[in-house]
């Protein structure tokens, strides 16, 4: 079984764990673990992602090169596992 994690790109992995471990240390340990993250965890892995990529802008509102990585991270987490909220409830 490949993990949430490790189904992540290669080269993406490392940020990924860095910033999310960062903030959350139990949502990286579970990630580690599961096949699929719940709904739950996309949401709260997107929400600390995009807190993050929102740190690493530059004056100019540009993302820095770690603002990019941060961004090619969570583009390629939510293209996976994309967050689907059922609109008829």
Do not use: C, H
């Amino acid at each position: 079984m490949s993990s949430v994690v490790d189904s992540l790109p290669y080269r993406l992995k490392s940020i990924f764990i860095t910033v999310v471990g960062g903030q959350d240390d139990q949502l990286l340990e579970s990630l580690r673990t599961q096949k699929e993250p719940t709904l739950q965890q996309r949401i709260a892995v997107e929400r600390i992602l995009s807190n993050e990529f929102s740190r690493n802008l530059g004056p100019d509102y540009e993302p820095t090169p770690r603002g990019r990585d941060i961004d090619n991270v969570l583009g390629a987490f939510l293209l996976r596992w994309p967050i689907e909220v059922d609109r008829d409830t």
